[in-house]
Structures are given as C-alpha cells and as structure tokens.
C-alpha cells in the first residue's frame, strides 16, 4: 500500500450501524412487501435508487409508497419504516474520525436520501453536539451530487472535486461492488466484511 493522504468513508454498514431487514419488516407491518429481490440487497423498485440520487422528492416517494400498499398507511408510517434500518453511530467511531483527522485528510461518500440523512444529522447532533458533516473535509450524499455507488462515475467526480491523487487515497466500504469500482480507477481500498466492524481498522 502506498502512502495514504486521503481517506475516503462510506457510511451504512461503516460509521453507522444499520439494518436493512427491519425496514423490510416494518414495511411488511403496514402492507408494503416484496420490495426487495433475493439477495434481500436490491430494490425491486426504481423509486428507492432515483430517492437516493434526488430524482424524485420526498413527498413522490412516500406517494408511490402509499400506491404499493394493501392498507392505507399515513406518512408518518411510512417515514417511520423506512427510517428503521438505521441505528447509531458509536461515540467511538467518531473519535477515531476526529483523530485520524489529525494526520489525513477524511471524506465522506455515502449512498443515502433526505430521509435518512435528517434522523442521522440530527441524532448525532443531539447525542454528542457535534456537526457530523464537519468531521470531514466534505460529505458527499448521494442525493446531493445525483451520483451512486457502485457507478465509477462517483469516484470520477469526487476525485475532480476535491482534486485527489487515487494513488494516495484509501476507500472503505462494506459492499465488494462499490470497492471493485474504486479499484477501476487505482484507489486503494479496504473491504469491511460482514462480522468485522470499523474500529478493528484502527485499533
């Protein structure tokens, strides 16, 4: 591995504990089912991935919720459920952020929604009163940029907008998929597998 200036997170499955399989359940509880494929990883919708790169707004995805469902469910509902596979960003993991600040420069490249993004703000603001984006030189969201993992074309884009050497920048992530697409482009990566968490990295 080459020297490291530059690292590169994702966020679900990283820094942030999640689950999907409890939106699932919840999205079953009020009469939304079978919205994922086999793998139980992939949207059988389009609506879930145009949410995630800002194609639609809130509001049209909740709508299009509603119309999937047998039994009526309010917004709030809906909010709810889909908010369920997200869980907390450990104390921990956001001081091992803060220190590795000192030595790197860290980003954030996340595959998320509006949604999403307003609980985990909020609650790691209320939880440790800090901004989470400013743990990092920039965030990138992928409904902010209009670009999702595992295309190449986000990596392009963030490597032009914060003008960084692939060859001295480290990407973790928990998907095989998107850390094969960074190695495309000469980024160095590190695969979190299922059964380790982020902190064996570090310590």
Not at 11 to 34: A, C, H, Q, R, Y
Not at 41 to 63: M, N, P, Q, R, S
Not at 127 to 136: D, H, I, K, T, Y
Not at 167 to 191: G, M, R, V
């Amino acid at each position: 591995m080459l020297k490291i200036k530059n690292i590169v997170f994702d966020l679900g499955g990283v820094i942030m504990n999640l689950d999907v399989s409890k939106t699932i359940k919840e999205f079953e509880s009020i009469g939304i089912t079978n919205i994922v494929n086999n793998t139980g990883h992939h949207y059988k919708d389009a609506i879930f991935y145009d949410l995630e790169t800002g194609k639609v707004t809130e509001f049209e995805f909740i709508e299009k919720l509603k119309s999937l469902s047998s039994l009526n469910p309010s917004t709030n509902e809906i909010r709810k459920a889909w908010n369920a596979m997200i869980f907390d960003i450990p104390r921990s993991r956001i001081d091992i952020l803060l220190h590795l600040k000192k030595d790197y420069k860290i980003y954030l490249l996340s595959n998320t929604n509006s949604i999403h993004q307003k609980k985990f703000l909020t609650e790691v603001y209320d939880e440790s009163n800090l901004s989470f984006n400013e743990l990092f030189v920039k965030a990138y969201y992928s409904h902010e940029i209009g670009l999702r993992k595992p295309h190449e074309e986000v990596f392009e884009f963030v490597i032009k907008d914060s003008n960084l050497d692939p060859t001295e920048t480290l990407f973790i992530d928990d998907s095989i998929q998107n850390i094969n697409a960074a190695k495309n482009l000469d980024i160095q990566t590190f695969h979190i597998q299922e059964g380790h968490l982020f902190e064996d990295i570090f310590i």
